[in-house]
């Protein structure tokens, strides 16, 4: 059993992260936003797992997924974040499917347009960091082509959340990871939900979210 507490706390000090390395373009310089913060409290049934490699979460989730139940990972280093997702994909395709995460590799934006073209996710919208467009300008045209292409968005903002969710024939589904969406050799934790309600918990606050870009302006939700 689940259910949504709204927590009535206001975020108002919260700055944009200063990027490494040198720029070759001017920083976005947003004006101050306000973003409600939100709780979800789960009663799952919990299973806890250790994985070496991306061939063993395979090997793990091997079995099958179970509706109603959240999947915690803990790992080496050497698990991408998409390999997640493909967890998911290999149980479904997705209807809609929506990722946050500060920065991404190329490869990753390649993958992902495979999957688009694939039609393995027939929509998605991307959720980055105010650092991803000066840092990483190849991936953020890119990223934005790949978008346009395919009927989603790519959302600017003062953003270090990791999240996938999405929804397809099956089952509904939220992965929240410490990882980014690239190659990172360092340990990172994994929870993989099965849970309807949690998909809608971060479904509604993403697209809630106002871009500090306005490439998508004429971006609208998906309507479940």
């Known amino acids: 059993m689940t259910e949504l507490d709204a927590v009535d706390m206001m975020i108002n000090d919260l700055m944009p992260a200063e990027p490494r390395g040198t720029l070759t373009k001017k920083p976005y310089k947003p004006v101050k936003e306000k973003i409600q913060s939100k709780v979800f409290k789960t009663n799952l049934k919990k299973v806890m797992r250790k994985g070496k490699s991306e061939a063993n979460l395979f090997e793990l989730f091997g079995g099958g997924l179970e509706i109603g139940t959240s999947y915690h990972v803990i790992s080496g280093g050497d698990i991408d974040s998409l390999s997640f997702l493909q967890v998911v994909l290999n149980e479904q395709k997705l209807n809609y499917c929506l990722f946050s995460t500060w920065c991404m590799a190329m490869a990753d934006i390649e993958m992902i347009e495979k999957w688009l073209c694939d039609k393995h996710i027939k929509k998605l919208d991307a959720y980055v960091g105010e650092i991803f467009p000066n840092s990483y300008g190849k991936e953020w045209e890119k990223l934005k082509d790949v978008m346009k292409r395919y009927g989603g968005r790519v959302c600017v903002f003062r953003n270090h959340a990791k999240i996938y969710a999405g929804t397809g024939s099956k089952f509904s589904f939220a992965i929240e ?36 870009n306005r490439d998508f302006d004429d971006w609208t939700p998906y309507d479940n």
Not at 179 to 187: C, Y
Not at 192 to 204: I, M, Q, R
């Open 177 to 212: 990871s410490s990882a980014n969406i690239n190659t990172n050799p360092r340990a990172e934790n994994t929870c993989l939900t099965l849970s309807k309600e949690l998909y809608g918990f971060y479904k509604d606050f993403f697209d809630g979210i106002n871009s500090f």
